[in-house]
């Protein structure tokens, strides 16, 4: 028998006085004045919508306070080299070096260098060919041919680039099948200007002795630094379009791709934009479809519709005038902030129909304010929860991880306020009447789940916990190695072109060992080679020799040698550069003799100034006392284990070629990227215990009883478990999308728990019946919370549809956990509740 609605009203809420009065004397008498207001609000926050900005730099993929990306930067500036640059691989459908070829692949440069934003190429046509007999180290000045400016031989160049040891396995493939272009696109200095600024300042604003004007100075450059960086991007989309347009023509003279770091940073904030706008606008259609057929009103489509946009709007509006970026991370925040609001408005709407359905008579305005205020409360604790999750990802030490939890958190704050402002306004100006489904009597699917749970309270519990020790043994199972390349489905262009230059051109992702110079020993002689009875320039003195502020010596570059020979003989590593393959290209021009003491003292000066930018400078720097070995990691590799590899080498240097640990320095990409990687599992520790830890604390302070919060506690371990433990059967590792799956599926499953044990704390008062009060619980808030995880699940689901594989992983683990969230409230929670009976013995 239905209840009265004063009777109903009476058990379901405790009367919250303040938020009764803002209802009362606010919101529910002037919701066209609430809604002005908040037009108003969303128009200020469209103001500056054109500051919104995408972020794939290597900034992008660092930890907090990693200085490898300075490291990085350093390293460019000392050895003058850079990774911006472009490589076009080109393996024609005939004979490399037939004339036709050669005239169709010059046709092809020249297209590019014409490109504006195109500084030079670098390709067969161009580098310097070592195939004259009058060659000699006295005459290279001279003698050096190109295929461009000399009548030189399609065979002759062929045997000279393939003998040369530089350009195998770089320009041209091993077996002469395939050649690359490089398009260098030159970085403005100004841009080196506005970075150099910046940390300066950031240095200064840092310390103990910062000025307001040096603050305001920081803000100045990094908003200078902001637009630079936003130009400079859109310069080189353009430019990457049109090569991409120049390279179409030729496609059907060879099979050609696209690679390098720019590229596959335009390409990357490609695939950002497409999950904001074509997934969030999925992810809203398949909502509102979820809508319209669960509740069959159009006021529950429009409404809904209204908060979750809003929501978008306002934090996008927020980032924007915050100049904040959106990553590849974050790029999420889109469909989860949609998801998550209309979470809050179905369990709004849920509760709305049961008042009307209990007492239909009621005016619709009194319905409103009982569904608002019977709601708050849980949605509240629902929302404070959901954010704690996201909050804790701040302390995964990933710089985009931190600024993902940071947005959601801002998010989720907005979606509650919005939907307990919004929602009762509109409904305010548009109450919608009692439908059939409404007043029918009807039971619920949900009720299924109670009738097995009181049949079947055992294999609920045996089931559980052959479910926990599974998700133990998986999560034993997980790794955190994996490879760039596993993050983009096979027919995109940055797979195909990563496969194509691994197997053919010596490997993808920069990794660069910097060895420092030992210092000069004390009282050392640095300038007289002829201090000691052995002479230097004639001979190897070994352990004779005088030290000599300088690389070029003997003894040193043997030592380099060594090194150099010790970094080629690893599986893992592809074309490695250094000033060793400069010195065997010499020993070439000196009639394969290798170079003697004297000869070796004078390669600075031998070298022609045009080549010592290619032969000298990027792997020598006398000024810092650093030699650099420029290597290319083979990504496809599939037992690639970056720290393993980087560990090994490091061992080895130290170790076996005696350096010291403090002599050796790794930079690049390869380095960044292993160290996010690294710390993904010590931070997925430390986010899903912060995440825990609070929710105790929240769960505690809502029921007001330990049983009752380690009870609510179970379904949410095993739905975040479950995720986990199936990543590690499945051998997918943890990546910087998956890591914040299992924190996020505790603080969206938790809002389950947080329902279903308020509103059976609630329905237990009228009887004092836990398996009565359990079937009513699931024909009532079980329906709630089986709509939201059906909504998100759905919402989810169209992330597989993204081209970055780290995105469809997070939506097809999300929708899994959600799933699992959603049968552990509507099994194992409501056993518990029964079989341990936290509200008193009851009947």
């Not at 993929?61 to 490589?87: G, H, I, K, P």
């Not at 004779?544 to 003997?554: E, G, I, P, S």
């Not at 080895?652 to 960044?672: C, I, P, R």
Request: aromatic content about 10%; some cysteine; glycine content about 6%.
């Amino acid at each position: 028998m239905a209840h009265s609605a004063l009777d109903f009203y009476s058990v379901d809420y405790v009367p919250m006085t303040p938020i009764r009065s803002l209802y009362d004397r606010w919101i529910l008498p002037h919701p066209v004045a609430v809604l002005v207001v908040f037009a108003l609000i969303l128009i200020l926050a469209s103001l500056r919508l054109d500051q919104f900005r995408l972020d794939a730099s290597a900034e992008s993929l660092v930890l907090e306070n990693d200085r490898s990306l300075e490291q990085y930067r350093e390293v460019n500036r000392r050895f003058t080299t850079s990774d911006d640059f472009l490589v076009v691989t080109f393996t024609p459908r005939d004979e490399l070096f037939s004339p036709e070829t050669l005239d169709t692949l010059r046709q092809l440069r020249n297209e590019l260098e014409a490109l504006d934003a195109v500084g030079s190429t670098n390709s067969i046509l161009n580098v310097p060919l070592l195939h004259s007999p009058d060659l000699t180290l006295d005459t290279v000045d001279s003698e050096i041919k190109t295929m461009d400016d000399n009548d030189v031989a399609p065979d002759t160049a062929r045997a000279s680039l393939l003998n040369n040891p530089l350009y195998p396995n770089l320009l041209i493939s091993k077996e002469g099948g395939t050649t690359a272009i490089q398009v260098n696109l030159p970085t403005p200095e100004r841009y080196f200007e506005l970075l150099n600024e910046r940390e300066q300042l950031r240095e200064k604003v840092a310390g103990p002795d910062a000025s307001a004007e040096d603050r305001q100075a920081l803000e100045q450059v990094s908003d200078e630094f902001i637009r630079f960086t936003e130009q400079l991007g859109a310069e080189r989309e353009q430019t990457i379009n049109q090569v991409r347009s120049i390279l179409d023509d030729y496609r059907d003279h060879a099979e050609i791709y696209l690679g390098g770091v720019p590229m596959i940073v335009a390409d990357m904030i490609q695939f950002i934009e497409n999950d904001l706008s074509t997934f969030g606008i999925g992810v809203l259609i398949f909502l509102l479809l979820t809508l319209a057929i669960i509740f069959r009103q159009w006021r529950w489509v429009l409404v809904p519709l209204l908060c979750c946009s809003s929501a978008v709007w306002l934090v996008i509006g927020y980032l924007s005038w915050a100049q904040w970026p959106v990553t590849v991370i974050s790029s999420n925040f889109v469909s989860l902030l949609l998801i998550m609001t209309l979470s809050l408005t179905i369990h709004l709407i849920v509760r709305y129909r049961e008042f009307q359905h209990d007492a239909p008579d009621a005016a619709s305005r009194d319905t409103l304010r009982q569904t608002v205020l019977a709601m708050i409360k849980p949605c509240f604790f629902m929302a404070i929860t959901t954010i704690v999750a996201f909050g804790s990802l701040t302390f995964s030490g990933i710089r985009p991880v931190i600024d993902f939890g940071w947005m959601m958190t801002i998010g989720l704050t907005v979606a509650f306020l919005i939907t307990f402002l919004i929602f009762p306004a509109l409904l305010s100006l548009l109450p919608p009447p009692v439908d059939r489904y409404v007043s029918s009597d009807r039971i619920p699917l949900t009720d299924l789940f109670a009738r097995f749970t009181e049949r079947h309270g055992t294999l609920v519990l045996g089931g559980s916990v052959l479910i926990a020790v599974l998700c133990v043994l998986g999560m034993s199972r997980l790794t955190v190695e994996n490879s760039f390349i596993d993050y983009f489905k096979s027919d995109t262009e940055i797979h195909q072109g990563m496969i194509t230059i691994d197997d053919r051109l010596g490997g993808t992702t920069p990794l660069d060992v910097v060895i420092t110079d030992e210092p000069a020993p004390e009282g050392a002689v640095s300038d007289d080679p002829f201090a000691s009875d052995c002479d230097p320039f004639v001979e190897d003195c070994g352990e004779q020799a005088d030290y000599r502020d300088t690389w070029y010596t003997y003894q040193k570059m043997d030592r380099l040698r060594g090194v150099h020979d010790y970094l080629e003989s690893l599986e893992e590593t592809g074309k490695v550069l250094s000033i060793t393959t400069t010195l065997d290209l010499l020993a070439q021009v000196n009639g394969d003799e290798p170079l003697n003491a004297l000869e070796l003292a004078f390669v600075p000066s031998a070298v022609p100034a045009d080549l010592q930018d290619i032969l000298l400078t990027p792997y020598i720097s006398e000024e810092h006392d650093q030699a650099r070995f420029s290597i290319r990691i083979l990504e496809t590799m599939p037992d690639l284990r970056r720290q393993e590899l980087l560990n090994t080498i490091r061992e080895h240097l130290t170790n076996e070629l005696g350096f010291a640990d403090d002599q050796v320095l790794f930079a690049g990409m390869t380095v960044m990227y292993n160290n996010m990687l690294q710390s993904l599992f010590d931070s997925q520790i430390k986010t899903l215990g912060v995440v825990f830890l609070a929710i105790m604390i929240m769960f505690l302070i809502l029921f007001r009883s330990l049983l009752l919060a380690l009870i609510g506690m179970a379904p949410n371990l095993i739905a975040a478990g479950s995720v986990l433990g199936l990543m590690g059967w499945l051998g997918i590792p943890l990546d910087m999308m998956t890591i914040t799956v299992a924190a996020i599926t505790v603080g969206i499953a938790v809002d389950d728990t947080i329902h279903y044990i308020h509103r059976f704390k609630t329905e237990f008062a009228k009887d004092g019946d836990y398996m009565a009060t359990m079937h009513r619980c699931h024909r009532s808030i079980g329906r709630a919370m089986f709509y939201t995880s059906l909504t998100i699940i759905t919402g989810f689901s169209i992330l597989v549809l993204s081209n970055f594989i780290p995105t469809i992983y997070f939506g097809l683990f999300t929708g899994f956990a959600m799933f699992m969230a959603l049968v552990g409230a509507l099994t194992l929670l409501p056993r518990l509740i029964v079989l341990i009976k936290p509200f008193g013995a009851g009947n």
